[in-house]
Nanobody
Framework: QLQLVESGGGLVQPGGSLRLSCTASAIIKDYYTIAWFRQAPGKEREGVSCISAAGISTKYADSVKGRFTISRDNAENTVYLQMNSIELEDTAIYYC??????????????????????WGQGTQVTVSS
């Protein structure tokens, strides 16, 4: 059973940067689509970004497009979320999740029918001045 561990969260000022990491316990390249979701207090969970199993495509929520970048280190089985120009509205618990999707070229940041069935424990990002 795949396991995911997030790290890198913390307290950051508006306009600052953070890099979140999602480290998997098994090979993810070519087999798992990985996505980042976040949930702010009192709000629904929302998809932030994803990278396809084949590594061909990525997707971003409109709210983070141009500020966040998702990437994958195949040797480390780790997916990163580089967060730049952070805003107060980015405060949330950030979760990474995996979808078994061998050689999938595309990915989605909507958890339709629970396609993302492996989740990490989450890492808190707090934006405050």
């Amino acid at each position: 059973q795949l396991q995911l561990v997030e790290s890198g969260g913390g307290l950051v000022q508006p306009g600052g940067s953070l890099r979140l990491s999602c480290t998997a316990s098994a090979i993810i390249k070519d087999y798992y689509t990985i996505a980042w979701f976040r949930q702010a207090p009192g709000k629904e969970r929302e998809g932030v970004s994803c990278i396809s199993a084949a590594g061909i495509s990525t997707k971003y929520a409109d709210s983070v497009k141009g500020r966040f970048t998702i990437s994958r280190d195949n040797a480390e089985n780790t997916v990163y979320l580089q967060m730049n120009s952070i805003e107060l509205e980015d405060t949330a618990i950030y979760y990474c999740a995996a979808d078994w999707a061998p050689y999938a070229a595309l990915c989605a940041i909507i958890d339709v029918k629970g396609r993302y069935d492996v989740w990490g424990q989450g890492t808190q990002v707090t934006v405050s001045s």
